[in-house]
Structure formats: structure tokens, C-alpha cells
């Protein structure tokens, strides 16, 4: 008779008090202007560009040494993934490839100006 009838999804994250400032800055949309004003050309499957560069920020404040850690530090949360909006995580080679993109971008802008 302890049985419950309706169903309840929890997400326990490690990093609750990363997740409690992901719900803040989400409401503040202070990821906003980036996802507006950096238009990065890829192709999207199932995130966008901005999704990953997103990704890779959560990652780093998450304590992420680099890109190669978003697979076991964002990936593995999902309770920390919902705090800042997302469904889900991108896997770290497609975020890092966007990151290479960026790059290239901001080095051709940079020769441009020079030459």
C-alpha cells in the first residue's frame, strides 16, 4: 500500500550548488548574446553550435580541466544539464570540434586584418 501512482523523475547532480547558479544564470539568459551574436557555419544533427559552445562552458565551470572531460563531468549529469537548460549534453569530440571551427574562424579574421 506504500506504493506511489504516479511517476516522479529525480536527477541527483554532485555539483548542486552549480546546478542552484545554472537555474539563475538560465533565468538571466546570460548565455544569451553569445548564442546570438557568434555564428559559427556547421552543420547541425542534433545540437547547434551555440548548444556546444554551451556545453563546453557548463563543463568548465563544472571544474573541467578542458573539453576532454565533458563526457564525465556534464554527460554523466543530468541533473546538471536540466539546471542550465539543457536535455542533453553533446559528446565531447562534436563540442571539440565546434571549438576547432572557432578557432579557425577567429585566426582567419585575424589574418585578415593583418594582410
Sequence with gaps: ???SITR???HFSPAASLAAIGVKLRQLDLF???RTQVQIRQKTVKHTPADKLYDA????L?????????NTRLRTDPGLQRA???????EQSVVQETDVS???RKCDATAARAG
Aim: charged content about 15%; aromatic content about 6%; some cysteine.
Design 1 to 3: 500500500m506504500n506504493e
Design 8 to 10: 516522479t523523475t529525480k
Design 32 to 34: 544569451g548574446p553569445v
Design 57 to 60: 562552458w557548463i563543463s568548465l
Design 62 to 70: 563544472a571544474g573541467a580541466h578542458g573539453l576532454v572531460e565533458i
Design 84 to 90: 542550465f537548460g539543457r536535455s542533453a549534453c553533446a
Design 102 to 104: 572557432l578557432h579557425r
